[in-house]
C-alpha cells in the first residue's frame, strides 16, 4: 500500500469518525467537533486525489567538446544551458519585463565586454546594477545574483564561456569566445588556459 492511499485510508476513517460523533452523539460541544473533523477530512482526501508531481531540477546539458566547430555551437550550447542548468532565466529577461527580478540582458552582448560578463557572472557583488523601471531614486533588484560557478549552480569555465558566446550572439554582436578557448576533458591535451576576468574597480 502506497503511502498516499494508506493517507486516504486515514482520512476516510476521520470523516467516517465525524458522522458517528453526528449521529449519535447529543451533545453540542462534540457534536461541532465531529463536524469540523468531517471537513478536514474531506479536505485532505481533496488534497489527496489532486495527482502529485515530483519536483525535478533543472535537466543538466550534456557539454560535448568535440562537437564544438564554430563559435555558433558555442552559442548553442550556452542558450541550452542559459534556460537550463545555469537557471538565468529564472531572475533575467531578455526585453522588458516589470516582473523580472534582475537587469534585463537584451543587448547586453554590445554593452558589455567579455571580460566584463565573466566578471558579472563570477563575481556578480563586484558591480551593483540597480533597478531604474520606477519613479524615485534607483533601488537595488530584489533578487541577488549568485556566483555561477560555484554551488548550488556550478557551471565550468567551458559552460560559462558559451553561456557569454550565446548572450553575445542574442545581442547581433560577433562572438568573441573562439572554440579554441574550450578546456579538454582531463587527459586530453588542453588547447589554451581558461579566461582569466579582469576585476574592475581594483
Do not use: C, W
Given at each position: 500500500m502506497s503511502e498516499v492511499v494508506l493517507l486516504q485510508v486515514i482520512g476516510l476513517c476521520v470523516v467516517g469518525l465525524g458522522v458517528v460523533i453526528l449521529l449519535f452523539i447529543q451533545a453540542r460541544f462534540l457534536r461541532v467537533v465531529g463536524f469540523v473533523i468531517i471537513?478536514?477530512?474531506?479536505?485532505?482526501?481533496?488534497?489527496?486525489?489532486?495527482?502529485?508531481?515530483?519536483?525535478?531540477?533543472?535537466?543538466?546539458?550534456?557539454?560535448?567538446?568535440?562537437s564544438i566547430k564554430t563559435?555558433?555551437?558555442?552559442?548553442?550550447?550556452?542558450?541550452?544551458?542559459?534556460?537550463s542548468k545555469g537557471q538565468c532565466a529564472l531572475c533575467h529577461s531578455i526585453g522588458p519585463s516589470e516582473s523580472a527580478r534582475c537587469p534585463d540582458l537584451k543587448g547586453i552582448g554590445a554593452k558589455l565586454t567579455r571580460e566584463f560578463i565573466y566578471e558579472s557572472l563570477t563575481q556578480p557583488q563586484a558591480y551593483i546594477y540597480l533597478?531604474?523601471?520606477?519613479?524615485?531614486?534607483?533601488?537595488?533588484?530584489?533578487?541577488?545574483?549568485?556566483?555561477?560557478?560555484?554551488?548550488?549552480?556550478?557551471?565550468s569555465n567551458n559552460e560559462i564561456l558559451s553561456v557569454i558566446a550565446f548572450l553575445q550572439q542574442m545581442s547581433g554582436e560577433p562572438i568573441t569566445v573562439s572554440p579554441s578557448e574550450i578546456t579538454q576533458p582531463a587527459g586530453q591535451p588542453q588547447k589554451v588556459a581558461a579566461l582569466i576576468p579582469i576585476v574592475h574597480g581594483q
Open positions: 471537513v478536514l477530512g474531506i479536505f485532505a482526501l481533496i488534497a489527496l486525489g489532486v495527482p502529485q508531481m515530483a519536483s525535478l531540477p533543472p535537466a543538466e546539458e550534456k557539454f560535448d567538446v568535440a563559435a555558433t555551437d558555442m552559442a548553442a550550447i550556452g542558450q541550452k544551458i542559459f534556460f533597478d531604474f523601471r520606477h519613479e524615485g531614486p534607483p533601488k537595488e533588484y530584489p533578487a541577488k545574483m549568485p556566483q555561477i560557478n560555484k554551488n548550488p549552480i556550478g557551471l
